[in-house]
């Protein structure tokens, strides 16, 4: 873990793009990043399932299996741990960490905290070089209740969470109040209507993710793609040659 653990640093944040194949991570990897994490939304779509509802345990594994062993740390976003035993989510960690995997995202959906807090314990003790990045919900699925917000990542970090993670935060000076709270590395979603990689640098934030943002742009631009084709229009944006897709996609590239 610790090489994972040492990118994370406060004003010098860890960049994580998210990919959702093992293509998609190839690339990024050959664009110099040197951690890639999973779009938990982009292995449900790809498969027709529901994000965030625990039906893509073994997809998500799946993709770990093919993407641990990549020339980059992997960091897979596991939901919930697709149990509410903490046992079992401790046994997923352990089969993540077996293939290759650096870290895992674990969120709260606003579930009890006490549920939570034992499964971060769980996969500390079944996987202890797992990095656990623990996630709440109280801004993304809640209304931003600040002292619940606190409340969850004291327990979290307790619980031995070596990061917290906030999504829909996007609200400068609290997140300068959620840097000076907590003890383990602070990690924010990235939106293109929140605060910019440095001003979340200059913050103190030691991770900003991507999330599903990539997965969603690179569907927009195949519906852009698609319709101005078929309207005589000339396309724009980069598009890679075959011959590249082929290469990021070939089982084993850049295996090291």
């Not at 890639?36 to 779509?45: D, E, K, N």
């Not at 300068?176 to 293109?192: D, F, K």
């Amino acid at each position: 873990m610790s090489e994972f653990a040492d990118l994370h640093r406060a004003g010098d944040p860890l960049f994580l793009p998210n990919a959702w194949d093992h293509a998609s991570a190839t690339a990024l990897a050959e664009r110099g990043f040197r951690a890639i994490g999973t779009t938990s939304l982009g292995v449900a779509a790809a498969a027709g399932l529901p994000d965030g509802a625990s039906a893509t345990r073994a997809e998500t594994l799946g993709l770990a299996v093919s993407l641990g062993s990549g020339a980059y740390l992997l960091s897979v976003d596991a939901e919930g741990g697709f149990s509410e035993g903490p046992d079992l989510v401790g046994e997923f960690a352990r089969e993540l960490a077996a293939v290759g995997a650096v870290g895992i995202n674990l969120e709260d959906a606003l579930g009890p905290v006490e549920r939570h807090a034992a499964k971060i314990a769980a996969v500390k003790s079944a996987a202890p070089g797992l990095f656990v990045n623990a996630r709440t919900d109280t801004y993304w699925l809640g209304d931003g209740d600040e002292r619940d917000t606190l409340r969850r990542l004291d327990a979290y970090q307790q619980a031995g969470a070596d990061g917290v993670f906030v999504p829909g935060l996007a609200d400068l000076d609290t997140i300068a109040t959620l840097v000076r709270h907590v003890s383990v590395p602070l990690n924010i979603l990235y939106t293109p209507t929140g605060p910019t990689v440095p001003q979340l640098a200059d913050l103190g934030v030691c991770r900003v993710s991507l999330g599903s943002l990539l997965y969603r742009r690179a569907l927009g631009a195949a519906l852009e793609t698609a319709t101005d084709v078929r309207a005589g229009r000339v396309t724009q944006g980069g598009t890679p040659s075959y011959e590249e897709v082929e290469s990021w996609s070939r089982a084993g590239s850049d295996r090291g």
